[in-house]
């Protein structure tokens, strides 16, 4: 079975840097596009970012587009998320996802990793 282990998460202050990692553990994995979600508590897990594994297209949703950047290592099958100019709004716990084509809704990914906090203080 695919696993997705994410790491980079921690505490940082408003106007840092973060960078996440979604490391995918087999080389055969159900999908063609990987995501990034997160959930803050008491709200919906939110649509943050996605990147397709063969061409490198990105995708970005509005509330992080300009301070966060999406991409993959196809060697390394990792896909990272370079986040900076961090707000408090943006602490939540960041997932990853994958998913056969792109979408924005959480309930078309398949696999999740298990997720990885990240917090910023103001």
């Known amino acids: 079975q695919v696993q997705l282990v994410e790491s980079g998460g921690g505490l940082v202050q408003a106007g840092g840097s973060l960078r996440l990692s979604c490391a995918v553990t087999r080389r055969t994995f159900r999908g063609n596009y990987m995501g990034w979600f997160r959930q803050a508590p008491g709200k919906e897990r939110e649509y943050v970012a996605a990147?397709?594994?063969?061409?490198?297209?990105?995708y970005y949703a509005d509330s992080v587009k300009g301070r966060f950047t999406i991409s993959r290592d196809i060697a390394k099958m990792t896909a990272l998320l370079q986040m900076d100019s961090l707000k408090p709004e943006d602490t939540a716990v960041y997932y990853c996802?994958?998913?056969?084509?792109?979408?924005?809704?959480?309930?078309?990914?398949?696999?999740w990793g298990q997720g990885t906090q990240v917090t910023v203080s103001s």
């Open positions: 996802a994958t998913a056969w084509e792109f979408y924005r809704d959480y309930v078309k990914y398949n696999f």
């Open positions: 990147v397709s594994w063969s061409g490198g297209d990105t």
